[in-house]
């Protein structure tokens, strides 16, 4: 299933300019960076289970937010892209 997260981290000291780190370097680890704070995570049940548990562990409740968009497994249909910087597949190949 396809699940966009969102996140808003308090960056307004330094344990929450280290949240926002450690949070973007959990994302990167199950998905793909489309906006600054929005990652695209092709996930089954079992790793989105794990990815918000880890990562919820990471923020701060009562300073930071994390929104989670449930696309499902016909997402295609639901995503559209304008403007710069191009789309990718995360069901394509793998370039390295």
């Not at 049940?45 to 880890?54: N, Y």
């Not at 929104?67 to 295609?76: D, E, S, V």
């Amino acid at each position: 299933m396809m699940v966009l997260i969102t996140y808003d981290v308090d960056t307004t000291t330094a344990s929450g300019r280290k949240r926002l780190r450690l949070v973007a370097k959990h994302c990167v680890n199950y998905g793909q960076r489309v906006q600054k704070s929005v990652f695209e995570c092709l996930l089954d049940p079992a790793q989105f289970a794990e990815f918000r548990h880890q990562l919820e562990g990471i923020i701060d409740l009562e300073k930071d937010s994390i929104r989670y968009y449930f696309l499902g497994n016909n997402w295609r249909r639901r995503v559209e892209h304008v403007g710069v910087k191009e789309s990718y597949d995360p069901e394509g190949a793998l370039i390295t």
